[in-house]
């Protein structure tokens, strides 16, 4: 997989002409494989979206939410929340996928951080989840944000979002407009129960 450092990094040779480097051809170069990483970026999160497609090629998404991770696209964010508790079932070559590669789309968030971090938590204040949601919300959110700071975040989050709800005007009021802060505060008590447990 072409990575956006690697598309940089051939933008820039390819940019050579005859040994001599060419800044328009780097330009050039580096602008088209932009616009390729872009709509390959755009095709993987349309794939995962068509729940239909995801039944009929299993490996497809598993390679979708890999491709989106090595991107740490944030645009997919909200795809990646809703499909935190795919399970690849699949084997590859004979083994039996485990661990945080049996459900990608953690690891995924987890690759993207902080961002994720909001997304996790508007899906949660927004949606009734299960309680395996929460579970797996919980375990990527802790990797991202260091224990010591888990309820400082969950605390400025939920006042980020009251703030944004008081003004329809704001830009992010769509973002936030269905995020019920007695599901955060409902969260935020269950992370205070599993901080007090011995790791």
Same mark, same amino acid.
């Given at each position: 997989m072409l990575s956006l450092y690697s598309a940089v990094f051939l933008a820039l040779m390819?940019?050579?002409?005859?040994?001599?480097?060419?800044? @328009?051809?780097?330009?050039?170069t580096y602008a088209k494989d932009i616009d390729s990483?872009? &709509?390959?970026?755009?095709?993987?999160?349309?794939?995962?979206?068509?729940? #239909?497609?995801?039944?009929?090629r299993p490996n497809g998404a598993y390679y979708s939410i890999k491709f989106l991770e090595s991107l740490r696209s944030t645009k997919a964010i909200p795809v990646l929340c809703?499909?935190?508790?795919?399970?690849?079932?699949v084997m590859f070559y004979n083994?039996?996928?485990?661990?945080?590669?049996?459900?990608?789309?953690?690891?995924?968030l987890v690759a993207i951080g902080l961002p994720?971090?909001?997304?996790?938590?508007?899906?949660?204040?927004?949606?009734?989840?299960?309680? #395996?949601?929460? &579970?797996?919300?919980?375990? @990527?959110?802790?990797e991202i944000v260091d224990r010591e700071n888990l309820i400082m975040t969950l605390d400025r989050f939920e006042e980020r979002v009251k703030k944004i709800q008081e003004f329809p005007n704001d830009r992010n009021y769509?973002?936030?407009?269905?995020?019920?802060?007695?599901?955060?505060?409902?969260?935020?008590?269950?992370?205070?129960? #599993?901080?007090? &447990?011995p790791t």
């Open positions: 390819l940019g050579q002409d005859g040994g001599k480097w060419s800044e @328009v051809g780097a330009r050039a990483i872009q &709509q390959m970026e755009a095709d993987a999160i349309r794939a995962l979206a068509d729940d #239909k497609g995801l039944e009929k809703d499909h935190l508790l795919y399970e690849q079932k083994n039996i996928v485990v661990g945080r590669e049996a459900f990608p789309a953690s690891g995924a994720a971090v909001d997304g996790l938590l508007s899906r949660i204040g927004s949606f009734n989840v299960s309680d #395996k949601y929460r &579970q797996v919300a919980f375990g @990527v959110i802790e769509k973002k936030y407009k269905d995020v019920d802060i007695k599901r955060i505060e409902s969260f935020k008590a269950e992370v205070r129960r #599993k901080l007090k &447990q």
